[in-house]
């Protein structure tokens, strides 16, 4: 029988394997999970009852992660260095996953052993204006270009993708409250996720890994002086795409009791005092500016 720990392994599996049709995604390294050795094909269907549910939280958050950060990143594209085609859509093949979780990959995620497949789409997007459907099998026109039909089981759609920071967000199974990003793509801890409150909560955090990205450390900037710029440069990211800043730092402000030990254990943040109160004077610079804010005054709040 599968044991509740070898489902959560194997459902983070299914959940960490990215597009590998996007460059970025070639390049992303989910963090590694042991694979869970009671899975096997033969083993009845009724005893993956926990990890579906697993499964689905997993989604679930991955799902949500998408649907913020696609937000942020088509918001701020004029600002990335490097931008992609972006219309919504996350597919995957059963190659995608190891030999082990194949199985489990066939019967939740409703793929088979050839072509590719739709994961999930975000809502309000293109591929969701064109009314696409998880598990639609895509005969052909992968990865996403302007102009090109995508060729679905039910027929051809012309899709008008956005253009989008090349700068993708994945869901990693950790029970630690953290963050991160290597310059290429940002990891978010499922611990983090759940607990980061509303949409904005979550863009606040997506969205200062952003920053660490479209503005990397300047030399002689020391640690703490980089996270609170950060902290600045997130809250215009998220005002360029509509969201409420004002509100994340109230609720912010609310949780820094709650935070206050272990942010005091960091190496590299500073106590969150001074950052509350870095964040809410960049909170009333960012207020004074226009309510689309141009390229050329982003990231200008020093």
């Not at 194997?10 to 597009?19: G, Q, S």
């Not at 590719?116 to 996403?144: C, L, M, N, T, Y």
């Not at 199974?173 to 607990?195: F, K, P, W, Y």
């Not at 030990?261 to 500073?270: E, V």
Request: charged share 25%; glycine share 6%.
């Amino acid at each position: 029988m599968l044991r509740k720990t070898s489902a959560v392994a194997a459902a983070t599996l299914l959940c960490a394997c990215v597009d590998a049709a996007s460059p970025e995604a070639q390049a992303a390294s989910p963090a590694p999970i042991p694979t869970p050795v009671e899975t096997t094909a033969e083993a009845p269907v009724d005893n993956y009852a926990s990890f579906g549910a697993v499964l689905q939280r997993h989604q679930d958050m991955a799902a949500r992660v998408a649907r913020i950060s696609r937000r942020l990143r088509v918001a701020n594209a004029p600002l990335c260095a490097v931008t992609r085609l972006d219309a919504g859509l996350s597919t995957h093949r059963l190659s995608d996953y190891p030999v082990p979780i194949q199985p489990l990959a066939e019967h939740f995620m409703q793929i088979t052993g050839e072509g590719r497949f739709v994961r999930f789409v975000v809502p309000g997007s293109p591929a969701d204006d064109a009314d696409i459907q998880r598990g639609e099998r895509i005969a052909s026109g992968w990865p996403i270009r302007d102009g090109e039909p995508l060729v679905l089981g039910d027929g051809a759609v012309t899709l008008e993708p956005d253009t989008a920071c090349a700068i993708p967000a994945f869901v990693v199974q950790s029970d630690t409250l953290n963050a991160s990003t290597d310059g290429r793509e940002i990891d978010l801890s499922s611990a983090l996720v759940e607990q980061a409150g509303d949409d904005s909560g979550l863009a606040f955090v997506i969205a200062h890994e952003m920053a660490h990205v479209i503005r990397p450390p300047v030399e002689g900037m020391s640690r703490w002086d980089v996270e609170l710029q950060a902290d600045a440069d997130a809250l215009v990211l998220m005002r360029n795409a509509g969201f409420d800043i004002d509100g994340t730092v109230r609720v912010w402000a609310a949780g820094v009791e709650l935070h206050r030990d272990s942010q005091a254990l960091s190496l590299t943040h500073p106590p969150v005092d001074i950052r509350l109160q870095a964040l809410r004077r960049a909170l009333s610079e960012t207020q004074r500016r226009s309510s689309l804010v141009r390229a050329d005054e982003v990231m200008e709040l020093e």
